[in-house]
Protein backbone atom coordinates (compact mmCIF):
# COMPACT_ATOMS: atom_id res chain seq x y z
CA UNK A 1 0.00 0.00 0.00
CA UNK A 2 1.84 3.74 -0.80
CA UNK A 3 -0.98 5.99 1.58
CA UNK A 4 0.20 7.87 4.44
CA UNK A 5 1.55 5.59 7.42
CA UNK A 6 2.09 6.95 10.93
CA UNK A 7 3.78 5.11 13.77
CA UNK A 8 2.97 4.33 16.61
CA UNK A 9 -1.06 3.92 16.25
CA UNK A 10 -1.64 4.60 20.27
CA UNK A 11 1.13 6.27 22.76
CA UNK A 12 0.16 6.30 26.18
CA UNK A 13 2.85 8.10 28.14
CA UNK A 14 3.48 10.00 31.60
CA UNK A 15 3.16 13.73 32.22
CA UNK A 16 6.14 14.82 31.47
CA UNK A 17 7.66 12.71 29.56
CA UNK A 18 9.10 13.03 25.58
CA UNK A 19 7.19 11.37 22.65
CA UNK A 20 7.97 11.23 18.90
CA UNK A 21 5.96 10.37 16.49
CA UNK A 22 6.79 9.37 12.57
CA UNK A 23 4.93 9.80 9.21
CA UNK A 24 5.93 8.38 6.10
CA UNK A 25 4.31 10.05 3.26
CA UNK A 26 3.12 8.80 -0.04
CA UNK A 27 6.24 8.38 -1.88
CA UNK A 28 6.20 11.21 -4.42
CA UNK A 29 4.59 13.46 -2.44
CA UNK A 30 6.63 16.82 -1.70
CA UNK A 31 4.15 18.59 0.70
CA UNK A 32 3.98 17.19 4.20
CA UNK A 33 1.37 18.61 6.90
CA UNK A 34 0.62 17.79 10.58
CA UNK A 35 -2.94 17.87 12.71
CA UNK A 36 -4.43 17.74 15.66
CA UNK A 37 -7.40 17.03 16.24
CA UNK A 38 -9.51 16.89 19.50
CA UNK A 39 -12.59 14.37 21.05
CA UNK A 40 -15.53 16.06 18.75
CA UNK A 41 -13.49 19.19 16.97
CA UNK A 42 -11.69 19.07 13.71
CA UNK A 43 -8.40 18.81 13.25
CA UNK A 44 -6.00 22.19 13.68
CA UNK A 45 -3.24 22.61 11.25
CA UNK A 46 -0.17 22.56 13.34
CA UNK A 47 2.79 22.53 10.83
CA UNK A 48 3.60 22.48 6.87
CA UNK A 49 6.81 21.40 4.86
CA UNK A 50 7.51 21.65 1.33
CA UNK A 51 10.76 18.91 0.68
CA UNK A 52 12.65 19.06 3.91
CA UNK A 53 11.91 22.97 4.29
CA UNK A 54 9.22 23.86 7.11
CA UNK A 55 7.56 26.93 6.02
CA UNK A 56 4.77 27.20 8.34
CA UNK A 57 3.64 26.88 11.86
CA UNK A 58 1.02 27.44 13.93
CA UNK A 59 0.71 29.62 17.10
CA UNK A 60 -0.84 25.69 18.63
CA UNK A 61 2.77 24.43 18.25
CA UNK A 62 4.24 25.94 21.38
CA UNK A 63 8.11 25.42 22.10
CA UNK A 64 7.59 22.30 23.73
CA UNK A 65 6.61 20.73 19.95
CA UNK A 66 9.33 20.09 17.27
CA UNK A 67 9.34 18.66 13.52
CA UNK A 68 11.45 17.96 11.52
CA UNK A 69 11.56 16.46 7.68
CA UNK A 70 15.40 15.29 7.13
CA UNK A 71 16.04 14.59 3.48
CA UNK A 72 12.71 15.62 2.37
CA UNK A 73 11.07 12.10 2.88
CA UNK A 74 9.42 10.83 5.94
CA UNK A 75 8.86 13.42 9.37
CA UNK A 76 8.95 13.24 12.89
CA UNK A 77 6.79 15.33 15.65
CA UNK A 78 8.46 15.12 18.98
CA UNK A 79 7.11 16.52 22.02
CA UNK A 80 9.01 17.38 24.93
CA UNK A 81 7.73 17.45 28.49
CA UNK A 82 4.34 16.01 27.67
CA UNK A 83 1.16 17.46 29.78
CA UNK A 84 -2.22 16.22 29.41
CA UNK A 85 -3.61 18.46 27.67
CA UNK A 86 -1.55 17.20 24.79
CA UNK A 87 -3.58 14.51 24.86
CA UNK A 88 -5.20 14.18 21.01
CA UNK A 89 -5.20 12.24 17.26
CA UNK A 90 -1.64 13.63 15.57
CA UNK A 91 -2.95 12.85 12.26
CA UNK A 92 -0.22 13.49 8.76
CA UNK A 93 -1.18 14.48 5.70
CA UNK A 94 1.16 14.65 2.19
CA UNK A 95 0.05 16.17 -1.12
CA UNK A 96 1.88 16.76 -4.65
CA UNK A 97 2.31 20.39 -5.26
CA UNK A 98 0.38 21.29 -8.18
CA UNK A 99 -1.28 18.17 -7.86
CA UNK A 100 -4.96 19.35 -7.43
CA UNK A 101 -4.51 20.52 -3.47
CA UNK A 102 -6.06 17.43 -2.34
CA UNK A 103 -4.24 16.19 0.75
CA UNK A 104 -3.92 12.30 1.78
CA UNK A 105 -4.49 11.66 5.54
CA UNK A 106 -2.88 8.86 7.76
CA UNK A 107 -4.81 6.86 10.42
CA UNK A 108 -3.27 9.03 13.06
CA UNK A 109 -1.13 8.42 16.63
CA UNK A 110 -3.20 8.34 19.46
CA UNK A 111 -1.54 10.03 22.28
CA UNK A 112 -2.70 9.44 26.00
CA UNK A 113 -0.87 11.88 28.38
CA UNK A 114 -1.50 10.39 32.17
CA UNK B 1 -11.00 35.22 11.92
CA UNK B 2 -12.45 32.58 9.78
CA UNK B 3 -14.79 30.01 11.19
CA UNK B 4 -16.32 26.61 10.09
CA UNK B 5 -19.87 25.48 11.40
CA UNK B 6 -21.43 22.40 10.30
CA UNK B 7 -25.08 21.68 11.08
CA UNK B 8 -26.37 18.97 12.26
CA UNK B 9 -23.87 17.79 14.43
CA UNK B 10 -25.70 14.57 14.43
CA UNK B 11 -28.31 12.63 11.60
CA UNK B 12 -29.36 9.72 11.83
CA UNK B 13 -31.77 8.70 8.20
CA UNK B 14 -33.28 5.50 7.38
CA UNK B 15 -30.98 3.27 4.50
CA UNK B 16 -31.95 4.77 1.09
CA UNK B 17 -32.48 7.99 2.13
CA UNK B 18 -31.56 11.15 0.54
CA UNK B 19 -29.83 14.15 3.18
CA UNK B 20 -28.20 16.98 2.58
CA UNK B 21 -25.32 18.17 5.35
CA UNK B 22 -24.45 21.65 5.71
CA UNK B 23 -21.53 23.62 6.23
CA UNK B 24 -21.06 27.95 6.66
CA UNK B 25 -18.06 29.72 6.74
CA UNK B 26 -17.70 33.23 8.23
CA UNK B 27 -15.13 34.97 5.75
CA UNK B 28 -15.91 34.73 2.40
CA UNK B 29 -12.03 34.78 1.07
CA UNK B 30 -11.63 31.27 0.04
CA UNK B 31 -9.45 29.72 -1.81
CA UNK B 32 -11.35 26.69 -2.15
CA UNK B 33 -13.31 24.64 -0.16
CA UNK B 34 -13.34 19.88 0.76
CA UNK B 35 -15.52 17.79 2.22
CA UNK B 36 -13.63 14.85 4.12
CA UNK B 37 -14.89 11.43 5.59
CA UNK B 38 -13.71 10.38 9.01
CA UNK B 39 -14.35 7.01 10.00
CA UNK B 40 -14.14 6.41 13.58
CA UNK B 41 -10.11 6.09 15.28
CA UNK B 42 -8.92 6.82 11.25
CA UNK B 43 -7.77 9.52 9.17
CA UNK B 44 -9.39 11.58 6.95
CA UNK B 45 -10.37 10.55 3.24
CA UNK B 46 -10.86 13.76 0.59
CA UNK B 47 -14.24 13.63 -0.77
CA UNK B 48 -15.03 16.69 -2.64
CA UNK B 49 -12.41 19.57 -3.42
CA UNK B 50 -14.52 23.17 -5.20
CA UNK B 51 -12.59 25.79 -6.07
CA UNK B 52 -13.70 29.25 -5.16
CA UNK B 53 -14.69 29.78 -8.58
CA UNK B 54 -16.22 26.91 -8.63
CA UNK B 55 -20.27 26.46 -8.05
CA UNK B 56 -20.64 22.24 -7.82
CA UNK B 57 -18.21 18.96 -7.59
CA UNK B 58 -19.66 15.85 -8.38
CA UNK B 59 -18.51 12.06 -7.50
CA UNK B 60 -20.89 9.24 -7.67
CA UNK B 61 -23.69 9.66 -5.05
CA UNK B 62 -21.98 12.72 -3.68
CA UNK B 63 -22.84 16.37 -4.66
CA UNK B 64 -21.19 19.13 -3.01
CA UNK B 65 -22.23 22.61 -3.92
CA UNK B 66 -20.81 26.35 -2.89
CA UNK B 67 -22.16 29.45 -2.52
CA UNK B 68 -19.12 31.77 -1.45
CA UNK B 69 -20.65 35.03 -1.27
CA UNK B 70 -23.31 33.95 1.49
CA UNK B 71 -20.38 31.53 3.06
CA UNK B 72 -22.23 28.07 2.69
CA UNK B 73 -21.68 24.50 1.39
CA UNK B 74 -24.15 21.72 0.96
CA UNK B 75 -23.11 18.01 0.92
CA UNK B 76 -25.46 15.76 -0.63
CA UNK B 77 -25.74 11.95 -0.33
CA UNK B 78 -28.11 10.40 -2.88
CA UNK B 79 -29.52 7.03 -2.14
CA UNK B 80 -27.92 7.21 1.21
CA UNK B 81 -26.31 3.32 2.60
CA UNK B 82 -25.55 1.93 6.17
CA UNK B 83 -21.38 2.38 4.35
CA UNK B 84 -21.90 6.15 4.50
CA UNK B 85 -21.52 6.36 7.95
CA UNK B 86 -19.12 8.24 9.26
CA UNK B 87 -18.19 11.60 10.45
CA UNK B 88 -18.41 14.27 7.42
CA UNK B 89 -16.22 17.23 8.00
CA UNK B 90 -15.48 20.73 5.82
CA UNK B 91 -12.61 22.58 5.90
CA UNK B 92 -11.87 25.85 3.97
CA UNK B 93 -8.15 27.00 2.69
CA UNK B 94 -8.43 30.64 3.25
CA UNK B 95 -8.05 32.66 0.87
CA UNK B 96 -3.98 33.66 1.02
CA UNK B 97 -3.34 30.80 2.95
CA UNK B 98 -1.15 27.85 2.73
CA UNK B 99 -2.50 24.94 0.73
CA UNK B 100 -2.23 23.02 4.07
CA UNK B 101 -3.71 25.45 6.30
CA UNK B 102 -7.84 24.23 6.49
CA UNK B 103 -9.74 25.50 8.74
CA UNK B 104 -12.22 22.65 9.33
CA UNK B 105 -15.75 22.59 10.90
CA UNK B 106 -16.27 20.06 13.83
CA UNK B 107 -17.97 17.59 11.36
CA UNK B 108 -21.41 16.02 11.17
CA UNK B 109 -21.85 12.33 12.65
CA UNK B 110 -24.17 10.42 10.00
CA UNK B 111 -25.61 7.00 10.90
CA UNK B 112 -27.47 5.51 7.85
CA UNK B 113 -29.82 2.65 9.58
CA UNK B 114 -30.03 -0.64 7.25
Given at each position: DTGVSQDPRHKITKRGQNVTFRCDPISEH???????????????FLTYFQNEAQLEKSRLLSDRFSAERPK????TLEIQRTEQGDSAMYLCASSLAGGGEKLFFGSGTQLSVL | KQEVTQIPAAL??????NLVLN????????????WFRQDPGKG?????LIQSSQREQTS???NASLD????R?????????????????????????SQGNLIFGKGTKLSVKP
Open positions: NRLYWYRQTLGQGPEGSFS | SVPEGECSFTDSAIYNLQLTSLLGRLKSSGSTLYIAASQPGDSATYLCAVRPQGG
